[in-house]
T-cell receptor, first 111, second 114 residues
Framework: KQEVTQIPAALSVPEGENLVLNCSFTDSAIYNLQWFRQDPGKGLTSLLLIQSSQREQTSGRLNASLDKSSGRSTLYIAASQPGDSATYLCARGDSWGKLQFGAGTQVVVTP | KAGVTQTPRYLIKTRGQQVTLSCSPISGHRSVSWYQQTPGQGLQFLFEYFSETQRNKGNFPGRFSGRQFSNSRSEMNVSTLELGDSALYLC?????????????FGPGTRLTVL
């Protein structure tokens, strides 16, 4: 059974520290990997999309890497801010466009 | 450009009733997917529509159905509601079919079944 796992489930860091969020998946036949952010009671905001042929994507303070051979993706958020507090979800995409989500990592950045 | 919109934002229904949720994709997007989010099961894929055709379906009972119109707007219907159907229902749109593009999500419809 294909699975997407995110560890840890929760993370608290002081403002200014770098955040490292992990995502692992069991099926290396991945089409793409997408990272999302979800604020309480809200929908999902797309952060980064990495195609299977890519190794990383960057947007501002965010950088996401993809290692298909080890079944891992990592999201780095540099110089965290209180506004980065949210739940971060990774999702494995297949060629049909279906996303399989991890359970998420709840992040709290304290001032 | 307007984002994905979903209506209504909140719904309260009783067991046995049926409900219809609506999703308007980003202008120009032709693929619409639906997901159910619950505290216990997380985010689960319901189905995807492209050019008015259901292309992919998740592992949900037949009480869950949907359709897509020629303007790409989509509706999702749940019949004979059960308590376990209480969830946040999210729809997502993307430019093309096949997973190559970023999926953009709407704010969701919060359904409560009493």
């Amino acid at each position: 059974k294909q699975e997407v796992t995110q560890i840890p489930a929760a993370l608290s860091v002081p403002e200014g520290e770098n955040l490292v969020l992990n995502c692992s998946f069991t099926d290396s036949a991945i089409y793409n990997l997408q990272w999302f952010r979800q604020d309480p009671g809200k929908g999902l905001t797309s952060l980064l999309l990495i195609q299977s042929s890519q190794r990383e994507q960057t947007s501002g303070r965010l950088n996401a890497s993809l290692d298909k051979s080890s079944g891992r993706s990592t999201l780095y958020i540099a110089a965290s801010q209180p506004g980065d507090s949210a739940t971060y979800l990774c999702a494995r995409g297949d060629s049909w466009g279906k996303l399989q989500f991890g359970a998420g990592t709840q992040v709290v950045v304290t001032p | 450009k307007a984002g994905v919109t979903q209506t209504p934002r909140y719904l309260i229904k009783t067991r046995g009733q049926q409900v219809t949720l609506s999703c308007s994709p980003i202008s120009g997007h032709r693929s619409v997917s639906w997901y159910q989010q619950t505290p216990g099961q997380g985010l689960q894929f319901l189905f995807e529509y492209f050019s008015e055709t259901q292309r992919n379906k998740g592992n949900f009972p037949g009480r869950f159905s949907g359709r897509q119109f020629s303007n790409s707007r989509s509706e999702m219907n749940v019949s004979t509601l059960e308590l376990g159907d209480s969830a946040l229902y999210l729809c997502a749109s993307s430019l093309a079919y096949g997973g190559a593009d970023t999926q953009y999500f709407g704010p969701g419809t919060r359904l409560t079944v009493l």
